[in-house]
C-alpha cells in the first residue's frame, strides 16, 4: 500500500482540511507505515463474524415529550465568529 | 497530621466534615502548591482560582448551618479541559477551540458542582485527547513529576501530573484507549475506566463517541471509589449511558480481601515489546495476590494483538466524522473570511491552521478507513476484530473474576522520543485499548518503580458493569503493597517536596 500526496490531497480535500506540502509529504510516509501496521486486521476475522459498532448492544432511546428550557439565542451565539440580526453569519454560500 | 496537600481525598473528607480545617484552607493550600510547581509540571492550562475560594467559602458556610453535604463537599478537584464548564474556557488541548467558553455544563462537572466539590481548575491533554504523552497540547507539554524531562502519559497527562505533584487531591479523565490508565501507570497514580455508559459523556468533548468514557483519577484506591461513586449514574441526556445501579465501588474498595478470587493473567499481553522491569513488577503483584489466597489462572484472549490495529481504524473513523463539527460556523476559531472567500475555503482554512499534527493525520486516517472502495476491507475488518475481542473478554471471564496485566509496556519516554514515531507512541496503549473496544471495566494502581526510578502500573479488568471488582482487587493489592514498601509509592515524592 503506497499512498502519493496525492492521495493524501484528495482525502484532505474530502475533509475540507487545508494541509501544506510539506505536510502532504510528511503525512505521506507517516500513513502508509500506519497503513500497514493495521493492514492485517482484514486477515483476522471470517465472513462469519459479524461486525460491532459498538460494544453494548443498543437501542433506540426516547425521553419524554416534555417542554424544557433550552439553550437562549444569546447564549447560543455568544461565542460565534460572526453574528449579524440574532443569527450565525457565515461567509459566502453560493458560487459568484 | 499530614499536610493538607499530601492528605488523601478521604482524610480531607473527614478533616472537613469533623471541622478541624475549612473548605477553604483546603482550597488556598492547593491553590498554593500551584502557584509553587506549576511552572514547571505544566498540569494545568486554567486555573479558576477565584471561583474555587468563592464556592469553597460557600461550601464551609452551608457546613456551618449545619446543611448535609456529600461526603466529598469541599475536596477540591481537577477537570480535563475535554469537559466544558461554564464560566472557564474548554480548550480540549486544541487552538481552535482557543477562548472558548462553553454555553453549559457536562453532566459530569454538574455533578462534581452538585457535590460540592470545589474545581480547581482545567488540566492539560493532547489535543482532542489524541496521544499518549500530553506532547499533541497545542498549549505545549506537561511534565513528569517524577523526572520533569519525561512525559506524564497522555492524553490525560495533566490530571495524573496534578494527581502526583499534590496540586489537586483527585481529577477527572476520559478514557478512549487507554487516556487515564496510561498516564496513571507512568505518574504512579490511580486511574479507572469505568464500564462503557457508566458516566455520563454529555459535554465531555467526543473523540470516538463509541470508545470514550469518563472517569475518576486518584492517588489511591479509597478515592478513586469516592469520586467514582460522585460522576458516574444514568443520564437521559447520554443516549449511551447505563440505566441501573450503579456498583457499590467504595464498599469494595473497603474489603481488602481476595481469598478465592480467581484472577486471570492474559498471556497475549506480555513478553516482546514489555520492559523487563514492567514484567517483574507485575509478577510480583501476582504473587502478593496468590500468597493473599487469590487463584491465578493463565488465560488466553487470542484476539488481541489485533486489537491495536482495529483500534486504529475505528477510533479515527469515528474522529473524522466527530469533527467534522470544527467548522468555524457556531464556534471556535474562524480564520480567512475576508468576504470575498466562501464558506468552504474557510472551514478547510479554519481547519487547516487550528487543528494540531496528530489531529491531521487522525481526520486523513479516518477518511481514507472510510471512504468508498476500503470502508470494508478497513473500517469494516476492524468492526469484526472488535466482536472478536468482545468474544475473548465474555469467554475469559466466564473462567475467571478479573483479567490483569500490565497497564503499558514501558515506563515513561522521555519528552520529543517518540514525538515523530506514530506507531511507537500508539503501542504504549497496546493494553488498554481492548477494554474500550470491549466496552468493560479498567483499572490502573501503581506497582512499584523501573530500573529508571519511574513508576510502573498494573491494570485489573473486569466485566461490563462489575467494575466494583476493580475496587475490590485494586484495594487489596494497594494495601498488599504498601505493607512492602512502608507507605504510597507517591510517598517519595512527597517527602522531596516537603
Known sequence: ?96 | MTSLIHATAAELADLLSTGVVSSEEVTRAHLDQIADVDGEVHAYLYVDSDRALDTARQVDRKRQQGEQLGRLAGVPVGLKDAFTYMGAPTTCGSKILEGWYPPYNATVTQKLIDADMIILGKTNMDEFAMGSSTENSAYGPTCNPWDLHRIPGGSGGGSAAALASFQAPLTIGSDTGGSIRQPAAVTGTVGVKPTYGAASRYGLVAMASSLDQPGPCARNVMDAALLHEVICGHDPKDSTSINAEVPNVVAAAATKDVRGLKIGIVKELGGEGYEPEVLARFREAIDLLANAGAEIHEVSCPHFPAALGAYYLIMPSEVSSNLARFDAMRYGLRVGDDGSTSTEQVMRTTRGAGFGAEVKRRIILGTYALSSGYYDAYYGSAQKVRTLIIRDFTQAFETVDVLMSPTSPTTAFTIGERANDPIAMYKADLCTIPTNLAGNAAMSIPAGLGDNSMPVGVQIMAPPQGDDRLYRVGGALEALLQDKWGGPLLGTLAKEAR
Request: charged share 25%; proline share 6%; glycine share 4%.
Open chain 1, 1 to 96: 500500500m503506497t499512498l502519493t500526496n496525492a492521495d493524501v490531497a484528495r482525502l484532505a480535500d474530502l475533509a475540507r482540511l487545508d494541509l501544506t506540502p510539506e505536510e502532504l509529504s510528511v503525512m505521506a510516509g507517516q500513513l502508509d507505515v500506519i497503513l500497514d501496521a493495521v493492514a492485517s486486521v482484514s486477515e483476522v476475522a471470517g465472513d462469519d463474524v459479524p461486525p460491532s459498532s459498538h460494544a453494548l448492544d443498543l437501542t433506540n432511546v426516547f425521553r419524554v415529550d416534555e417542554v424544557h428550557q433550552s439553550l437562549s439565542p444569546e447564549a447560543a451565539l455568544k461565542m460565534a465568529p460572526a453574528v449579524e440580526d440574532g443569527r450565525f453569519r457565515v461567509p459566502r454560500i453560493l458560487g459568484e
